[in-house]
């Protein structure tokens, strides 16, 4: 890998001990013994890299008729989320959103969990881990996505553990399908890491502010079903059913009108997070859907007169 290319990621390493001191440490007066610890901790982060190009891409995207699943896959390090992976994860996204022949995705981890947070070992090897932008509208989050807003559904499959920032980045979702065993909370509590992945600016408006402070200050665990309880969760399902059980849901949401289903989403979006008043809010409802009356309702309303969804059925 090219030093313009682990620049870009933000890494400052390259595969070669020497490249690396010359560019950052060797034109210095620092001491040989510490020049010599550069170059131990070059050789380790070379290393894991490596091991990482060998494990295979760590963002899995596949593809479901017009559902897109997108996996974390780093199931060494319970798909802790290093720099390269919120990269990959800001790709997928993009390519997700930006494909208008797909209706929904899923978000999910390989190998028995979803998130364990962002990877604390790369923090403590690569301190330009930290190098992230401070303007939100400018840059990825530290995790990746965590900034993005999408206008298709989005529904995480949550097994094993979704804590921290991967608790941060299943709330990302607009819904989230937990395993009876899943367990979510704020573990960086212990470690003096913050929520900076929009933690607490989403939990909040979701659960509450009350039962949200409950999870951020004392950093506890919280089982599948008190997270139903909260509403984190929306469904729970038997253990390693999740993935299945999101696709289906992803599906059954994809079958219905998606111009009207899209409108109605975003709208419930801006009145929580972007409305200044109740007055705006019910007028970006009515502008926002209005089109909607024309290309999709009156043929709605065709299809109930000649007896279609009658009785509460669905189509």
């Not at 390269?84 to 996204?93: I, K, P, W």
């Not at 089982?223 to 059913?241: M, S, T, W, Y």
């Not at 059954?252 to 899209?262: A, D, K, T, V």
Request: aromatic share 8%.
């Amino acid at each position: 890998m090219s030093l313009s290319r682990l620049g870009s990621l933000g890494l400052t390493v390259t595969c070669s001990v020497r490249g690396f001191g010359s560019a950052r440490f060797f034109d210095t007066s620092k001491s040989a013994a510490a020049a010599a610890a550069v170059s131990g901790r070059a050789f380790h982060v070379s290393v894991r890299k490596q091991k990482q190009q060998a494990l295979g891409p760590s963002v899995l995207v596949e593809r479901h008729g017009s559902i897109c699943s997108i996996g974390i896959n780093r199931p060494e390090a319970r798909n802790a989320v290093n720099l390269e992976t919120g990269r990959q994860l800001v790709e997928a996204f993009k390519t997700f959103e930006g494909d208008s022949s797909l209706t929904a995705a899923v978000f999910h981890g390989i190998g028995g969990h979803f998130c364990a947070g962002f990877d604390l070992k790369e923090l403590c090897h690569q301190r330009e881990a930290l190098d992230i932008k401070q303007d939100v509208t400018k840059g990825p989050g530290p995790m990746g996505p965590s900034r993005m807003q999408f206008t298709k559904p989005v529904i995480a499959a949550v097994s094993g553990y979704a804590v921290a920032g991967g608790l941060e980045l299943s709330l990302l979702a607009d819904l989230r399908v937990m395993e009876e065993s899943a367990i979510t909370g704020v573990f960086c509590r212990r470690f003096g890491v913050p929520l900076i992945d929009g933690g607490t600016v989403r939990l909040p408006q979701l659960i509450g502010l009350s039962r949200a402070l409950d999870l951020i200050l004392t950093g506890r665990p919280v089982g599948a079903q008190e997270a139903l309880h909260f509403g984190i969760a929306n469904r729970v399902v038997p253990d390693g059913k999740g993935l299945d059980c999101a696709l289906d849901l992803a599906e059954r949401i994809s079958c219905f009108p998606q111009e009207c289903l899209r409108a109605d989403r975003s709208s419930a979006y801006h009145s929580v997070f972007d409305a200044p008043s109740f007055t705006e809010a019910m007028q970006f409802e009515f502008d926002n859907a209005k089109h909607v009356l024309l290309s999709e309702a009156i043929a709605g309303a065709d299809k109930f007169a000649s007896g279609i969804g009658k009785g509460g059925k669905f189509f």
